[in-house]
């Protein structure tokens, strides 16, 4: 699974810490979703897709 | 139980294995080289739970949570290989004390405390390979 969090962090010029701190997580797990290696919860997908003002379909890049 | 109390109750239970085992070594007398084992084992358990307590420390200072979904579900994890662990050791370290040093029967003592040493090991073991992994 690829994700576009990277691209819309930089879009609205937020740090890893930042997006964590608005969904409230800690750092190395924005990381960990960035680099696909951790699924998260559909609750925490929600709320990254809602702090980067997108939607959950277009936030994470499914491969089939 | 919020963090804080949390990273405090963690404290205290490191300072008093801590105490323990120093009340310990000062009234043992000699100590021989099985026993030297269990000790070296038993502070690198305590310095990778003094890391884990320092590393949520440090997230709440900087505003973030001590643990979050990712961390819960490793605990979970390491919880279960842990807990496989225990069964397995307590099964098998009578079996591997006859096979390696001969003893028919191993005290009950000697099993408990494998049992949490190689539980508490694995736990340590698993929770900071999948920290690592990322799951």
Known sequence: MKTRIKELRARYNLTQEDLARKVGVRRETILFIEKGNYNPSLQLARDIAKALKTTIDDLFIFED | ?135
Not at chain 2, 20 to 46: H, K, P
Not at chain 2, 56 to 62: E, G, M, Q
Not at chain 2, 97 to 123: C, K, N, P, Q, W
């Open chain 2, 1 to 135: 139980m919020n963090d804080k109390t949390g990273i405090i109750l963690g404290l205290l239970a490191t300072i008093l294995v801590l105490l323990t085992l120093a009340v310990y070594i000062m009234n043992a007398g000699t100590i021989d080289f099985t026993e030297l084992g269990s000790f070296a084992i038993v502070i690198i358990l305590v310095l990778a739970a003094t890391y884990i307590i320092w590393d949520r420390a440090k997230n709440i200072r900087k505003g973030l949570p001590a643990k979050d979904e990712r961390l819960i579900n490793i605990s979970y994890k390491a919880g279960y290989y842990g807990f496989i662990a225990a069964i397995w050791s307590a099964v098998g370290a009578p079996l591997l004390a006859d096979i390696f040093l001969g003893r028919e029967e191993l005290e009950g003592h000697y099993i408990t405390a494998i049992v949490v040493l190689v539980s508490a090991i694995i736990f340590m073991i698993s929770y900071f390979y999948l920290a690592w992994k990322g799951k």
